[in-house]
């Protein structure tokens, strides 16, 4: 970073904490108060614990003890608190509609606090269910692809997508052990780890190495950066797994079964700039070693690959990052995701190229996956006919 960028940074930072989230955090927290006045104390120090994280933001890459536990500890509060924040407030909006009628008669915390306990119970619920989704179940996607023009050596490939890992501190190593061993199970011919593989701090790597050795030593297991690596230090990233159980493609391919799998880079790598713009991602890069008789197969890290790929022709894109929202109904194809993002979750016809979206096989910051538990998918290449 240069001083002028990490001034903007820092003054965008601050610009979005006071237009955003302080009026969002005061105006709920007053509400609560004066809806529900017994638990004044409560409230209070669920205010105090769910912003303590903004201290620690501006000092998160300095990867040291004291913030890799600040961040693990903080992290979630923050999340989930802000998150409540923002749906209560607009529980708030409708709870000032419905009472309108009545204002004459009534005050509006009276009106709203029955409603306010039964909403809150739902949270609550709603919480617990979505953490027991996050930590407990494993979800595996099955599909066929087809692909027009498929070379016969690769018909019938497996290939198992994950992505999303974040392996960070409180990442359980029996939960890695059973994510590898399910993707061993599906007797793939090829695992993707498309980016997100740990929580920005290259100090959790080993962790995640620990973890792969459960995959089968016959079963080559690829990978590409995601924005939580580059958001990290992703040079250290690419250096700690060079000769290791994963191998990490930033731009570059390998030939199986006369399929190129190309890993694409992060565009968070744009983002961040400085000596990281050397990991940008260019598609010419990760495509330049196909043999002429070879299909390409991209993945990557974030879904909006899909622009480039598809003008390219490309038959097939793999990818993550959208985690789904953490919140959904996969069986309606609907994800919270959904709301901000075109392409979001499963299979989608772009043009002439394919993209298929994992929802993420862990979860970040906060373990709640409400509808979305995490997902392995296979994906199983046939030729269309």
Do not use: C
């Not at 204002?103 to 919480?127: D, E, H, T």
């Not at 011919?189 to 089968?216: H, K």
């Amino acid at each position: 970073y240069t001083p002028r960028s990490m001034l903007i940074r820092l003054l965008l930072f601050v610009g979005i904490l006071l237009v955003v989230f302080v009026p969002v955090n005061f105006f709920t927290w007053r509400q609560l108060v004066r809806i529900h006045p017994r638990r004044r104390r409560l409230l209070s120090a669920a205010l105090v614990a769910g912003n303590l994280f903004w201290v620690v933001i501006p000092f998160l890459q300095l990867f040291n003890p004291v913030t890799r536990v600040a961040r693990a500890l903080l992290g979630p509060l923050w999340f989930g608190w802000q998150s409540f924040a923002i749906l209560y407030l607009l529980f708030l909006v409708a709870m000032l509609i419905a009472w309108l009628p009545f204002r004459s008669r009534r005050a509006f915390a009276p009106f709203a606090r029955r409603p306010s306990q039964a909403f809150l119970i739902l949270l609550v619920v709603g919480f617990l269910a979505g953490w027991v989704q996050a930590v407990v179940p494993l979800h595996v996607e099955s599909i066929k692809v087809e692909i027009p023009q498929l070379p016969s050596a690769a018909t019938g490939m497996r290939v198992v997508l994950m992505g999303d890992l974040h392996v960070g501190l409180f990442t359980r190593a029996s939960r890695l052990e059973r994510i590898f061993r399910t993707a061993g199970e599906l007797r793939p011919d090829v695992v993707l780890l498309a980016g997100d593989l740990i929580d920005d701090d290259p100090a959790f790597v080993q962790a995640l190495l620990e973890g792969s050795r459960f995959l089968p030593d016959e079963v080559p297991l690829l990978a590409v950066p995601g924005n939580h690596e580059m958001y990290g230090d992703p040079l250290r990233v690419i250096e700690q797994l060079k000769g290791s159980r994963i191998t990490m493609l930033v731009n570059e391919g390998i030939l199986m079964r006369s399929l190129w799998i190309a890993g694409l880079s992060d565009y968070a790598a744009l983002q961040m700039g400085g000596r990281f713009a050397q990991l940008a991602p260019d598609l010419d890069k990760a495509l330049a070693g196909k043999p002429t008789d070879a299909m390409p197969l991209v993945f990557v890290h974030q879904p909006k690959a899909i622009e480039e790929t598809s003008k390219r022709g490309i038959p097939l894109v793999l990818a993550a990052h959208t985690h789904g929202g953490q919140l959904g109904f996969r069986p309606f194809g609907w994800s919270l995701a959904g709301v901000f993002l075109r392409y979001h979750m499963g299979l989608y016809a772009v043009g002439n190229t394919q993209l298929y979206i994992n929802t993420g096989t862990g979860y970040w910051l906060l373990p709640f996956r409400l509808g979305m538990s995490p997902e392995i998918t296979l994906v199983e290449l046939v030729p269309r006919n």
